[in-house]
């Protein structure tokens, strides 16, 4: 049960709770109150255009996820290491980390699961072994746990920053700095729901910290590496774009510009995973070496540059 008291004035209550649980989408929140989850002051609201005031009580019930049939799948998986404890992969393009709604097969999972026998059961039913996420058109390397012990511990590397994410990214225009730091707090977007946004913590934004450095300039365009502090949804595609610099490809945060390469998602790639072994405690670094795409975009900007 989630309960608090509203600090806004009159306030249509689908678009006041959307603003305070970032982590529901908007629809997903008017079926909570159609479905009779939500309570204000006491009394059952239906209406998702009813409208709560300042000191209004609103209690919302989350029914419990109804857990999906994972189903083992025999796709082919590139695997940069893998020993009893943890496997990491190079994620290909297109491939979603996890079955939701709308994806229910040709997950990472799917593949794993039919890779792994000892999955099943590691951090719940719907994202088994899943310590952290890659977005679907970002490649690169991805670790999941096969035991436990190692979903706790590498989950932990996490949270503390521990453990190293390294990605390049060609981004449009040329930053005048060799590097920096972006340290702005990122939220769901207060209108379209499936992007993230610079939102201020005061109103539900969490703190992101990117680091970034030049690697190539090419032209109008620049090869960056990144360096994730933390590990918001979508991160560096919108620390980019608030640079003034979206990456090349980003369907959602760039302008969509064609540059004439065929690009299967944004120019993205975690290319180095670095961590501590969760049993031997000795620290082990995965490199995914860059998708087909991403080097011919580079060869192709590279060329324009020096023409």
Not at 54 to 82: M, N, V
């Given at each position: 049960?989630?309960?608090?008291?509203?600090?806004e004035?009159?306030?249509?209550?689908?678009?006041?709770?959307?603003?305070?649980?970032?982590?529901?989408?908007?629809?997903?929140?008017?079926?909570?109150?159609?479905?009779?989850?939500?309570?204000?002051?006491?009394?059952?609201?239906?209406?998702?255009?009813?409208?709560?005031?300042?000191?209004?009580?609103?209690?919302?019930?989350?029914?419990?996820?109804?857990?999906?049939?994972?189903?083992?799948?025999?796709?082919?998986?590139?695997?940069?290491?893998?020993?009893?404890?943890?496997?990491?992969?190079?994620?290909?393009?297109?491939?979603?980390v996890?079955?939701?709604?709308?994806?229910?097969?040709?997950t990472?999972?799917?593949?794993?699961?039919?890779?792994?026998?000892?999955?099943?059961?590691?951090?719940?039913?719907?994202?088994?072994?899943?310590?952290?996420?890659?977005?679907?058109?970002?490649?690169?390397?991805?670790?999941?746990?096969?035991?436990?012990a190692?979903?706790?511990?590498?989950?932990?590397?996490?949270?503390?920053?521990?453990?190293?994410?390294?990605?390049?990214?060609?981004?449009?225009?040329?930053?005048?700095?060799?590097?920096?730091?972006?340290?702005?707090?990122?939220?769901?977007?207060?209108?379209?729901?499936?992007k993230?946004?610079?939102?201020?913590?005061?109103?539900?934004?969490?703190?992101?910290?990117?680091?970034?450095?030049?690697?190539?300039?090419?032209?109008?365009?620049?090869?960056?590496?990144?360096?994730?502090?933390?590990?918001?949804?979508?991160?560096?595609?919108?620390?980019?774009?608030?640079?003034?610099?979206?990456?090349?490809?980003?369907?959602?945060?760039?302008s969509?510009?064609?540059?004439?390469?065929?690009l299967?998602?944004?120019?993205?790639?975690?290319?180095?995973?670095?961590?501590?072994?969760?049993?031997?405690?000795?620290?082990?670094?995965?490199?995914?070496?860059?998708?087909?795409?991403?080097?011919?975009?580079?060869?192709?900007?590279?060329r324009?540059?020096?023409?």
């Amino acid at each position: 049960m989630i309960e608090f008291y509203v600090e806004e004035s009159d306030i249509r209550i689908d678009r006041y709770l959307a603003d305070q649980l970032p982590d529901l989408s908007r629809s997903r929140i008017q079926k909570l109150i159609e479905s009779g989850h939500v309570q204000v002051n006491g009394e059952l609201c239906q209406s998702k255009k009813a409208e709560v005031a300042d000191g209004d009580f609103i209690q919302i019930e989350l029914p419990e996820a109804q857990p999906l049939e994972l189903k083992p799948e025999a796709i082919a998986l590139d695997i940069l290491y893998e020993d009893d404890s943890l496997i990491i992969v190079n994620k290909t393009a297109g491939m979603v980390v996890h079955p939701s709604a709308g994806h229910d097969s040709g997950t990472l999972v799917n593949a794993l699961l039919a890779h792994c026998e000892s999955l099943p059961g590691i951090n719940g039913i719907q994202r088994p072994g899943i310590v952290h996420r890659l977005d679907k058109d970002t490649t690169g390397a991805i670790v999941v746990a096969k035991t436990e012990a190692a979903f706790h511990h590498l989950q932990e590397q996490f949270r503390t920053k521990t453990a190293r994410r390294d990605y390049y990214a060609i981004v449009y225009g040329a930053p005048k700095q060799e590097s920096g730091t972006v340290d702005q707090p990122i939220g769901r977007h207060p209108v379209d729901r499936q992007k993230q946004a610079i939102v201020p913590e005061e109103k539900g934004g969490r703190r992101a910290i990117t680091h970034w450095k030049i690697k190539e300039r090419l032209g109008n365009y620049t090869l960056l590496e990144f360096e994730l502090e933390t590990g918001r949804t979508h991160q560096i595609r919108v620390h980019s774009a608030f640079m003034g610099n979206p990456i090349v490809g980003d369907p959602l945060y760039s302008s969509g510009r064609s540059i004439g390469v065929n690009l299967p998602g944004q120019a993205l790639h975690a290319w180095r995973l670095k961590l501590i072994h969760p049993v031997r405690e000795e620290w082990i670094e995965a490199i995914a070496p860059l998708p087909e795409s991403f080097t011919k975009l580079a060869d192709v900007l590279r060329r324009r540059s020096q023409s």
